[in-house]
């Protein structure tokens, strides 16, 4: 991260100095090993031609087609290994063309087979952002400093899972006015500009990461909003779908998970929402928003990303049974919370990674300064949170609630999230701890010993203030 933070700072830029007219010959050698004669002759432009306008021009092309990027601000690009907290760069063009449209032919077909080929191999090597885009939606971003210290937050014994408490309130709607009056503040958003909050250590512990500014990937979102109306309508939801402690609206989780009594990781099971569930997984909608997701938790926490990807990539292919939902994401979970009036109680997700992040994009038809604010109570904000905007938490540690709509009006959200016991079993060798035990006491007592050390472990892989601003006080 220090690295790319320099190189997106960099003003100047060293250019290879063109050869000696007087080396070139006029013979070239093509790429069968055969010599041409090619005649070389400089050609005099009139004195009024100037070169500034061209490249202006250029660049207004290239910044067009960058907002039309169907994965947002990222590129999948070789990167996370098994050091995440290395940040690797690369500038790759080839992959703009995709967003013009060409006449299909036989060059082109060679073309596009080789960028799937691109896009598979970049999907198992992770995203990596570019210099450009670091600058764009980073550096150009104001961090905002906050009062609270993440690592007070409480955690279990090995930073697994968050630690539980009573939570006041939990079981009522808290409205903007009343948690103004306990002295939040009030964040207008709209839902475009990233705005990062750090603790006071200058831990990153939110981004209100945002959208790409591109007219089709609303168009998108509104396209998964409607998509979440209609099969919400057709669905027969259990009981359990609609009563849980997060709020009163149908949620169905997708995945994989582990922990709460099951012996190995499993894949949650959505029984006869089956249908409904793959459509909604095969929407290229979807996989659009759960890749936007993903891309910016790349791009604002690449060390705890590059965490996810190495635990998640080792049980993926040890357990060849568990499903990857999104081809494009890190995430190995998701929940669809069906409108038409989605807001949350009070809450905390303590069995996600207590220092990782969840990703919520909210989606429906509402004024985001009427409601659906998303609040986060230790960190002290009310944010506006519209529609196809996107917020990145420690959902685990952090709580949160939201705000009604206003009437008349609809919202839904997707999330993607990783329970922590996921990685607590990558960690044991693919065992449960009781299991490690009896299989080799030697490395359960190693585990055991090494429980208290990582909250802190976890801690450090978080994006620091320095790594992004290094000159800043």
Request: contains cysteine; proline residues 7%.
């Given at each position: 991260?220090?690295?790319?933070?320099?190189?997106?700072?960099?003003?100047?830029?060293?250019?290879?100095?063109?050869?000696?007219?007087?080396?070139?010959?006029?013979?070239?050698?093509?790429?069968?090993?055969?010599?041409?004669?090619?005649?070389?002759?400089?050609?005099?432009?009139?004195?009024?031609?100037?070169i500034?306008?061209?490249?202006?021009?250029?660049?207004?092309?290239?910044?067009?087609?960058?907002?039309?990027?169907?994965?947002?601000?990222?590129?999948?690009?070789?990167?996370?290994?098994?050091?995440?907290?290395?940040?690797?760069?690369?500038?790759?063009?080839?992959?703009?063309?995709?967003?013009?449209?060409?006449?299909?032919?036989?060059?082109?077909?060679?073309?596009?087979?080789?960028?799937?080929?691109?896009?598979?191999?970049?999907?198992?090597?992770?995203?990596?952002?570019?210099?450009?885009?670091?600058?764009?939606?980073?550096?150009?971003?104001?961090?905002?400093?906050?009062?609270?210290?993440?690592?007070?937050?409480?955690?279990?014994?090995?930073?697994y899972?968050?630690?539980t408490?009573?939570?006041?309130?939990?079981?009522?709607?808290?409205?903007?006015?009343?948690?103004?009056?306990?002295?939040?503040?009030?964040?207008?958003?709209?839902?475009?500009d990233?705005?990062?909050?750090?603790?006071?250590?200058?831990?990153?512990?939110?981004v209100?990461?945002?959208?790409?500014d591109?007219?089709?990937?609303?168009?998108?979102?509104?396209?998964?909003?409607?998509?979440?109306?209609?099969?919400?309508?057709a669905?027969?939801?259990?009981?359990?779908?609609?009563e849980?402690?997060?709020?009163?609206?149908?949620?169905?989780?997708?995945?994989?998970?582990h922990?709460?009594?099951?012996?190995?990781?499993?894949?949650?099971?959505?029984?006869?929402?089956k249908?409904?569930?793959?459509?909604?997984?095969?929407?290229?909608?979807?996989?659009?928003?759960?890749?936007?997701?993903?891309?910016?938790?790349?791009?604002?926490?690449?060390?705890?990303?590059?965490?996810?990807?190495?635990?998640?990539?080792?049980?993926?292919?040890?357990?060849?049974?568990?499903?990857?939902?999104?081809?494009?994401?890190?995430?190995?979970?998701?929940?669809?919370?069906?409108?038409?009036?989605?807001?949350?109680?009070?809450?905390?997700?303590?069995?996600?990674?207590?220092?990782?992040?969840?990703?919520?994009?909210?989606?429906?038809?509402?004024?985001?300064?009427k409601?659906?604010?998303?609040?986060?109570?230790?960190l002290?904000?009310?944010?506006?949170?519209?529609?196809?905007?996107?917020?990145?938490?420690?959902?685990?540690?952090?709580?949160?609630?939201?705000?009604?709509?206003?009437?008349?009006?609809?919202?839904?959200?997707?999330?993607?999230?990783?329970?922590?016991?996921?990685?607590?079993?990558?960690?044991?060798?693919?065992?449960?701890?009781?299991?490690?035990?009896e299989?080799?006491?030697?490395?359960?007592?190693?585990?055991?010993?090494?429980?208290?050390?990582?909250?802190?472990?976890g801690?450090?892989?978080?994006?620091?203030?320095?790594?992004?601003?290094?000159?800043?006080?």
């Amino acid at each position: 991260m220090e690295d790319l933070a320099r190189l997106a700072k960099r003003q100047e830029v060293p250019v290879t100095a063109m050869p000696d007219s007087n080396d070139d010959d006029g013979f070239n050698m093509t790429w069968h090993g055969k010599t041409v004669h090619v005649d070389v002759s400089a050609i005099q432009g009139p004195l009024s031609f100037s070169i500034a306008p061209l490249l202006k021009a250029s660049t207004a092309v290239e910044d067009e087609v960058f907002d039309c990027e169907a994965d947002g601000p990222m590129q999948p690009l070789p990167g996370s290994s098994a050091h995440p907290a290395s940040v690797n760069v690369a500038a790759s063009k080839s992959d703009h063309q995709a967003c013009i449209p060409v006449k299909r032919t036989k060059q082109s077909s060679n073309n596009r087979r080789r960028k799937y080929r691109r896009l598979e191999k970049g999907a198992q090597a992770g995203y990596t952002p570019r210099v450009d885009v670091f600058r764009r939606f980073v550096l150009q971003s104001i961090p905002t400093p906050t009062n609270l210290d993440f690592a007070t937050l409480p955690v279990n014994n090995g930073a697994y899972s968050a630690g539980t408490f009573k939570i006041p309130n939990s079981d009522r709607l808290v409205t903007v006015e009343e948690a103004l009056k306990l002295g939040l503040t009030y964040v207008p958003w709209k839902g475009i500009d990233s705005k990062p909050y750090f603790d006071s250590e200058g831990r990153l512990v939110c981004v209100a990461a945002g959208r790409p500014d591109d007219a089709r990937f609303l168009a998108a979102a509104d396209a998964v909003f409607e998509h979440l109306a209609v099969a919400g309508k057709a669905a027969a939801f259990r009981k359990s779908h609609v009563e849980h402690p997060r709020g009163a609206f149908p949620a169905v989780n997708v995945g994989i998970t582990h922990g709460q009594g099951t012996q190995r990781p499993v894949n949650l099971q959505t029984h006869e929402l089956k249908g409904v569930v793959e459509e909604l997984l095969a929407d290229e909608n979807v996989q659009r928003l759960a890749t936007f997701g993903s891309a910016c938790f790349a791009l604002w926490a690449p060390h705890v990303y590059g965490y996810y990807k190495e635990h998640l990539d080792k049980l993926f292919e040890r357990m060849p049974d568990l499903r990857r939902i999104f081809p494009k994401s890190v995430f190995p979970t998701a929940a669809f919370n069906f409108g038409p009036n989605v807001w949350t109680f009070k809450h905390r997700d303590v069995k996600n990674c207590p220092f990782g992040f969840c990703a919520i994009q909210s989606l429906g038809r509402f004024d985001p300064t009427k409601g659906g604010h998303l609040i986060l109570w230790e960190l002290g904000l009310i944010i506006e949170f519209p529609p196809g905007s996107l917020i990145l938490i420690p959902s685990a540690t952090i709580t949160h609630s939201n705000v009604p709509v206003a009437e008349g009006e609809e919202r839904a959200s997707f999330t993607q999230y990783a329970a922590g016991g996921l990685f607590r079993f990558v960690d044991y060798g693919f065992c449960t701890e009781i299991d490690l035990k009896e299989r080799d006491y030697d490395r359960y007592i190693k585990m055991r010993e090494a429980k208290p050390d990582r909250w802190q472990a976890g801690l450090d892989l978080l994006t620091k203030l320095q790594d992004l601003w290094p000159d800043r006080d």
